[in-house]
């Protein structure tokens, strides 16, 4: 039955951040969102963490969901996590992706290790799109935006546990 059939092929793995793609502007960036790229640039993953109930929380907000505080630390994670979820995407909607032929990419949900529910939306490097699966490690690592290298991406790669 699988006569004539090839093994499917093997896409290359991304290398770094998306290219031309919209980043955020640190001269606007909300108070309450600092820390974090203030972090990135630190080589340090740094999430909101509630200074009343001790709540992690992901993306930044002003006040706590749980105990409505608007007090918090950043505070520095291991950056050690799980692929939760995952996309990988093949068709080029935005126009840099397609001419830069940055497809495949891959979009990941990542769980942070300290919070159950604790996750980040970046992408997982080096791993080819069809290697990628859920509850696989991953480490974080940084990365300068190439189209501005003030930005400094949080990105991952595979980390198989000891
Ligand atoms: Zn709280």
């Known amino acids: 039955m699988t006569q004539g059939r090839q093994p499917a092929a093997t896409s290359r793995p ?20 600092r820390g974090f790229w203030e972090g990135t640039r630190q080589g340090e993953l740094r999430i909101q963490q509630c200074s009343d109930c001790g709540l992690f929380r992901h993306l930044p907000t002003p006040m706590c969901p749980e105990c409505s505080s608007l007090d918090y630390a950043w505070t520095r994670v291991s950056g050690r996590g799980f692929v939760y979820s995952y996309v990988i995407v093949r ?3 935005h126009p840099a992706i397609r001419e830069k032929e940055q497809t495949p ?3 990941c949900m ?12 970046s992408n ?8 990628i699966s859920i509850e696989m490690p991953v480490q974080v690592t940084f990365m300068p935006a190439v ?4 930005v400094v991406l949080p990105v991952f790669l595979h980390a198989p546990e000891e």
């Open 105 to 107: 990419y891959n979009i």
């Open 14 to 33: 991304m290398t770094g951040p998306l290219e031309g793609v919209p980043l955020p502007d640190l001269e606007r960036v909300p108070d309450y969102e």
């Open 124 to 131: 997982v490097l080096q791993v080819s799109p069809e290697d």
């Open 91 to 93: 068709h080029p909607v």
């Open 147 to 150: 189209d501005n290298p003030e």
């Open 110 to 121: 990542i769980e942070l290790e300290e919070q159950e529910g604790l996750r980040i939306c």
